[in-house]
């Protein structure tokens, strides 16, 4: 089965630029998280979706902004992008049964370099 | 503000002996605690997990130790072996929804 999948692998922008980044979930999971780990810190919570609807956000600036999919996949996008963005981005996917926590399943993450 | 904290950034360990990695938090409301496995250009695994109200779980070769008086958990690798090497994070949960906090990472290296 394949597990969650991210695009792009790695990704180099400029300061100010917009980026998107996409997460594909494990078949049958309808939860989503987003996640920031910058170099030398444990990820950082930035949002959760489920069933289409946000259910939490971290502590980010609104230039973070996410959605998802009828088919349960995501988009992460940052504007006005600054140099502090750069890290990698890892998406978590749950089943979202809801209740006690749930074991997160991470892709690979996308490392955003911003320049 | 750091709700869940590893002080150690990196530890070596010979193989076939023990290794601890651990964990402080400050937030006596957490009710359970996570262990992720990460290896390079992987994402994170779930490892092990501990409820709040056990102070030892055990996997095989992995157990967690909860303190709760003291705040403090600990990860045991018995015995260590080199496909152990990674980088370990722990979590808790956040007050809503599947959510959580991590740690900075503790990275192992078991030296064979």
């Known amino acids: 089965d394949a597990g969650v999948t991210q695009s792009p692998t790695h990704l180099i922008k400029t300061r100010g630029q917009h980026v998107t980044l996409r997460c594909s979930p494990i078949?049958?999971?309808?939860?989503v998280s987003w996640y920031q780990q910058v170099l030398g810190q444990g990820p950082q919570f930035i949002f959760q979706?489920?069933?289409?609807?946000?259910?939490g956000r971290g502590n980010f600036p609104d230039r973070f902004s996410a959605r998802q999919f009828p088919n349960y996949s995501s988009e992460l996008n940052v504007n006005a992008l600054l140099l502090g963005d750069s890290a990698l981005y890892l998406c978590?996917?749950?089943?979202?049964?809801?209740?006690?926590?749930?074991?997160?399943?991470f892709g690979p993450g996308t490392r955003l370099l911003v320049l | 503000d750091q709700q869940v904290k590893q002080n150690s950034p990196s530890l070596s360990v010979q193989e076939g002996r023990i290794s601890i990695l651990n964990c402080d938090y400050t937030?006596?409301?957490?009710?359970?605690f996570l262990w992720y496995k990460k290896y390079p250009a992987e994402g994170p695994t779930f490892l092990i997990s501990i409820s709040s109200i056990k102070d030892k779980n055990e996997d095989g070769r992995f157990t967690v130790f909860l303190n709760k008086s003291a705040k403090h958990l600990s990860l045991h690798i018995v015995p260590s072996q080199p496909g152990d090497s990674a980088v370990y994070f722990c979590a808790a949960p956040m007050d809503t929804g599947n959510q959580f906090y991590f740690g900075t990472g503790t990275s192992l290296t078991v030296i064979p």
């Open positions: 937030n006596s409301m957490f009710d359970y």
């Open positions: 978590a996917s749950s089943l979202g049964r809801g209740g006690l926590w749930e074991t997160q399943y």
């Open positions: 979706y489920y069933e289409k609807e946000e259910r």
């Open positions: 078949s049958g999971h309808k939860s």
